[in-house]
């Protein structure tokens, strides 16, 4: 075969032969996107600068304009070829089946590629076989602590972009800082919240500086425990934690004594007085060593055969008779229940304040007794421990008030009558009364004179049975007046020096009454001289006897005539005590010192009486003679009511009512002066004062 045969052939075979080489377009088209970090692979080269940030993932995002059809690619920081720069390219080539019209989008992330973006941008592009396009896009947040997490305001999710450990992903520490952005703070420390340490020291939990949380307590300090006070430790307890800097009265230091053998008793500790009670007091083992308790002895008064045991105020012994006799109790308060720690066994009552019967827990107090019918009185009346369980239908015990009168009127006296009734009286001759039953007062017409000029109406007393009024004003004259009338009158004058009544008693004589009050020689304040009188509620004038030359008389009351006081005075305090057998004063000469004039009297029976005056004076009468008591204030007292040793109540200037309860002193304020108090026990107190207020406790009745 000649040689251009064989070329010739060789061609034809060549023809024959379909070439399967892919184009370099075809490779492009099946790649998508390419490889991250490969630039150079595709039809679409998608360069992204980042300003002010680094991204924790970038998203690309390739749409098909004709179809819909997408592709997307995400590179997470730190991958291979990944997020290391402010520039970031990658290249893409559409699959076969796309067309060349293609929306290319990015996406940075804060974190994952998911959620919120912290910024996007897209763009429509038309590839070109066979070449290379590049298409630039610009993201931006900002990232100023260069944490990797963008600001919030820049759309990222860094809470503080001024510190680069506060981000979202964070350790959160205990530092008041929300460190993982997660817009708490300290969550899961429990901060503020209550701990004690191993000592039983009560604190809170608080950061620390490294960040950790602790329990922030006092350091405690070692003490022995002195729960009675006498200065020795007990003797059966160690060294007490104590939480603060200065020592409780109950706690002592370690370098007291440690001997203490009833750290209940502040009378029982070595070289203690031994006294007979039943108690180690100088804590060498032995009891009332002594005192010969336990052996007979012969009753001095009754001559009954007993035991010696301990007297009540553990100097000595008494002679104890057999349980057959009946045990007296001392009753001070005259509610017919004894003391419950003072008992005496005797054939006969050792005086006529001794009752058969124990059971008063607070035996100054009348209204408090076992078994006594419980109150609304903030007072544990029936001696169960607790009070006023059941009785306040209104809520806590308070001085519920009203306006009475105009606002301009001052009720200067109140006086009780019958089950519930109440008469007050005041300036320009102001009249109201609360029959039995009402709830509120009426108050009556008249000006109480012969003039058209009313006059002020300083005291009131009311029969008990027949709700009668008996009034004195301030111009010279006493008043009667019944529940039903409009009229006050009978009207009588007084007659004599001392004209000018301040105040009014009586006491019920069937319908009738015995009725005596204090008067003075002026009605101003510079009044020098004091009076009496005595009126049956006729209407004969009754003349004023003169009794002080030291002021005027301001306040009278009594239980009897038998046991009635008048009080008042000019520099210094005096008290006159009525005679009903003579039917005359006569000045009291056990009054102490006091450092004004009284003002307000008030008798609770035959061996008790309080009176109040300028200054805080309060003083006490046992029966005998006045004492100073304790003052419940310095200010001026004007008015008092007791009902017994523990249970006393004063008025004072500057509109303050005072309570004694056998402890302490309380104080309750009113909005203006008050003038006068009246009660027939502690759940039912009035008060009357300016402008126009009356007040009942514990509460206005219904």
């Known amino acids: 075969m000649s040689r251009s045969r064989a070329v010739w052939v060789s061609l034809l075979a060549l023809s024959l032969v379909r070439c ?50 997408e592709l997307a690619l995400s590179i997470p920081r730190g991958s291979d070829g990944g997020i290391a720069a402010t520039r970031v390219t990658q290249g893409f080539s559409p699959p076969k089946d796309w067309g060349l019209t293609v929306r290319a989008s990015v996406e940075a992330f804060a974190g994952a590629c998911e959620g919120m973006p912290m910024d996007s941008s897209d763009q429509q592009v038309t590839l070109k076989e066979g070449a290379t396009l590049d298409v630039n896009f ?45 817009v708490r703070v300290d969550e899961e420390f429990g901060v503020g919240e209550g701990c004690a340490s191993a000592e039983g020291c009560t604190g809170v939990r608080a950061c620390q500086p490294d960040g950790t949380v602790a329990c922030q307590v006092p350091v405690a300090q070692y003490a022995w425990a002195d729960e009675d006070g006498d200065g020795h430790g007990d003797v059966k307890r160690g060294a007490q934690p104590v939480c603060t800097a200065t020592l409780p009265p109950n706690r002592i230091p370690t370098s007291a004594p440690h001997d203490d053998c009833d750290d209940a008793n502040a009378g029982a500790y070595p070289a203690a007085i031994e ?38 105020g ?58 006594a019918p419980e109150l609304c009185d903030s007072q544990d009346n029936d001696c169960d421990g607790t009070s006023d369980e059941g009785t306040c239908l209104s809520g806590s015990p308070r001085w519920g008030g009203q306006n009475v009168g105009d606002g301009g009127t001052r009720w200067y006296g109140v006086s009780q009558y019958n089950d519930g009734g109440v008469w007050i009286v005041g300036s320009a001759s102001t009249r109201a009364v609360k029959v039995p ?77 015995e009725l005596h009050g204090v008067t003075a020689d002026t009605n101003s304040p510079d009044a020098s001289v004091g009076g009496v009188f005595l009126w049956d509620g006729g209407l004969p004038p009754y003349v004023v006897s003169s009794q002080s030359a030291n002021g005027p008389l301001r306040g009278i009351h009594g239980v009897s005539p038998n046991t009635m006081f008048a009080v008042g005075g000019g520099d210094g305090g005096v008290i006159f ?29 035959s061996r008790l ?91 206005w009745p219904n």
């Open 20 to 69: 399967t080489v892919p184009s370099l377009e075809d490779l492009w088209r099946e790649r998508g996107f390419c490889a991250v970090g490969n630039e150079d692979c595709g039809m679409l080269r998608i360069h992204v600068d980042l300003r002010g940030f680094a991204p924790g993932c970038l998203r690309f995002v390739a749409q098909d304009d004709a179809s819909g059809a």
């Open 138 to 182: 610009l993201l931006e947040a900002t990232d100023a602590d260069q944490d990797g997490h963008a600001s919030r305001e820049s759309g990222g999710t860094d809470c503080d972009d001024t510190r680069a450990d506060v981000h979202p992903g964070a350790t959160e520490l205990c530092n008041g800082v929300d460190d993982n952005c997660d």
């Open 275 to 312: 006294r007979c009670n039943g108690v180690d007091d100088n804590c060498n083992g032995d009891t009332d060593e002594g005192f010969f308790v336990g052996t007979s002895c012969v009753e001095a008064d009754g001559g009954c055969y007993g035991v010696r045991a301990c007297n009540a």
């Open 314 to 371: 553990g100097t000595g012994t008494v002679c104890q008779l057999p349980a057959n006799f009946p045990t007296w109790y001392p009753d001070d308060d005259d509610d017919s229940f004894g003391q419950n720690d003072a008992g005496v066994v005797a054939c006969a009552p050792p005086t006529e304040l001794f009752v058969d019967r124990s059971g008063d827990c607070d035996d100054g107090n009348p209204f408090i007794y076992s078994g």
């Open 437 to 513: 039953g009402s709830s509120s007062f009426t108050v009556l017409p008249g000006a109480c004179t012969g003039s058209a000029n009313p006059v002020d109406v300083l005291g009131v007393w009311a029969h008990p049975q027949t709700g009668t009024a008996y009034m004195v004003t301030s111009f010279a004259s006493v008043v009667r007046q019944w529940p039903s009338s409009d009229d006050c009158s009978p009207r009588t004058s007084l007659v004599g020096s001392t004209i000018y009544a301040n105040d009014i008693h009586g006491f019920a004589m069937g319908t009738n009454a």
């Open 577 to 605: 005590r009525y005679s009903p057998a003579s039917k005359s004063w006569s000045a009291d000469a056990t009054v102490p010192g006091a450092t004004g004039p009284l003002n307000g009297v008030r008798v609770v029976n």
């Open 609 to 699: 009486a309080y009176a109040v005056g300028d200054n805080g004076t309060l003083l006490v009468w046992n029966g005998t003679g006045w004492s100073h008591h304790t003052s419940p204030s310095g200010l001026d007292l004007t008015d008092v009511l007791a009902f017994g040793r523990n249970s006393i109540y004063v008025l004072s200037e500057m509109g303050r009512a005072h309570r004694y309860d056998g402890r302490q002193w309380s104080t309750q304020m009113f909005v203006g002066p008050v003038y006068d108090i009246e009660g027939t026990g502690p759940e039912d107190l009035w008060i009357v004062g300016y402008p126009g207020t009356v007040f009942h406790y514990p509460s």
